[in-house]
């Protein structure tokens, strides 16, 4: 841009420099809308022109002149275009330092200009680290001067000003720190290519089915067990399904990952109407009032039985009946309570008595059934997890059998060896060494 400035002012062109707006702008974006609004000033008193470093499509305060006024533009070579050129990139990203920000996945090679500052070589360095890893080996530039440095050195460099820039080439796979989606899709096509993993090629979305709910549970045990890195590594194993059956089912034709993306999206949009839409929620209830009546149009639900039938078959029993009561529920046919629930269950359980009495394993498997959807219900109406419930009590009893064992062990005794009223006695002792001291 000197040069430019220079050659215009050896035409004995008035010319004026607009460093001065630096110190009155706020941020960058102000600077450039102050740079327009005295351009255009300057333009209502005669003809102007304008000089800026490198492309004038890189230059913001360009746009801004020329949505307000009759413009001339005689483009440049970018800043960007400059340096990719002498880091030896054909292709690449281009990104000012101001919008890396936007920069949300690692599509490389990227050159970033306008580190006009080290404040801002710290804003992009951290930015950049998140996606690629701090010792991430790049090529600082500077002037006429370059040299390799690792990202976490970005803002230790001296100097910056408009000729400052920043150049990262293409990473190999296995060479990267830091993974994207994107990369997650490329390993697992790796693996079914011929010649990749022998297991991984011969799995079909079939084969793997069940591994998403083994996946899924053992995410949730690491939720409830409270440790992030726990939760991190599940979290990575639940999406590594996902991709597996989309990359299977792109593999056939049927439709890849962003095909999926692109679908859940637009759920997400058409379900939250109350956001993106007409409809209103002022609290959470609302909000889930407004996603269920648009999942049943998405649907094509249009009576409750629609609803009804559609929760999954696959689900776990308690938890599909208490979503199975919960649905049927909205219809009006409910319960008026929990305790009108609980008294119901009480005639389910005569009727069990009953069937037992008989001796006919299909009546007595079914009014075992009709007891356990009955106490399901209970729960629901008391807004207890009948699932959670459960697990909660299984989980009490492992505790309080292996406490049992112990002490049954510590008395010399082995607990096969032992009738019903002496292993009651120990389960007992159990519990009390098992409650909590208050």
């Given amino acids: 841009m000197a040069a430019s400035a220079e050659s215009v002012k050896s035409l004995g062109v008035a010319y004026e420099c607009l460093d001065a707006l630096y110190e009155k702008s706020r941020n960058f974006d102000t600077l450039q809308k102050n740079i327009a609004k005295e351009v255009l000033r300057l333009g209502r008193e005669g003809d102007v022109c304008y000089l800026v470093d490198g492309s004038v ?4 305060a360009s ?42 996945r690692a599509s490389l090679p990227l050159v970033v200009y306008d580190l006009d500052n080290a404040f801002l070589a ?123 059956h989309a990359v299977i089912k792109e593999e056939e034709g049927a439709f890849d990952s962003i095909d999926a993306i692109t679908a859940l999206c637009k759920k997400l949009i058409f379900r939250h109407s109350h956001i993106f839409g007409e409809d209103k929620a002022s609290g959470d209830q609302e ?23 559609d929760v999954p078959k696959a689900m776990p029993a308690l938890m599909r009946a208490q979503k199975v009561g919960k649905r049927a529920g909205k219809s009006g046919m409910d319960f008026p309570s929990a305790e009108s629930a609980l008294f119901h269950t009480l005639g389910e359980i005569e009727e069990f008595k009953e069937a037992c009495r008989k001796e006919k394993e299909e009546e007595i498997a079914e009014e075992l059934g ?34 049992t064992e112990e002490l049954v062990l510590a008395d010399g005794k082995r607990m096969e060896e032992l009738d019903g009223e002496t292993l009651d006695s120990y389960y007992r002792r159990a519990k009390e060494c098992l409650q909590p001291t208050k």
């Fill in 57 to 60: 499509s890189e230059d913001r």
């Fill in 287 to 309: 909000a889930l009032g407004v996603w269920d009546k648009n999942k049943r149009i998405e649907k094509g639900q249009k009576t409750f039985s629609d609803s009804v039938a």
């Fill in 122 to 244: 710290g804003d992009v360095k951290l930015h950049l680290s998140k996606l690629l890893g701090e010792e991430c080996a790049v090529t600082f530039f500077h002037g006429e001067e370059q040299r390799r440095i690792l990202l976490y050195e970005l803002d230790r460099q001296g100097e910056y000003d408009y000729r400052t820039a920043v150049c990262i080439e293409e990473l190999p796979l296995l060479k990267k720190e830091r993974f994207d989606f994107t990369d997650l899709e490329n390993l697992v096509r790796l693996l079914r290519a011929p010649g990749g993993c022998p297991w991984d090629r011969v799995q079909t979305n079939e084969s793997i089915k069940t591994n998403v709910v083994e996946e899924a549970y053992e995410l949730l045990d690491a939720i409830e067990s409270g440790e992030d890195e726990h939760i991190r590594e599940e979290t990575g194993d639940v999406l590594l399904q996902a991709v597996f």
């Fill in 370 to 403: 009709d007891i356990l959807f009955s106490i399901v219900n209970v729960a629901r109406l008391l807004k207890v997890d009948a699932e959670f419930a459960l697990k909660g009590t299984v989980d009490k009893f492992i505790s309080r059998f292996a406490k």
């Fill in 63 to 104: 746009a801004y002149i020329r949505q307000r006024a009759k413009t001339v533009v005689i483009d440049g070579v970018s800043k960007a275009a400059h340096f990719a050129s002498r880091a030896g990139f054909d292709r690449y990203t281009a990104l000012s330092a101001y919008d890396c920000q936007s920069y949300e």
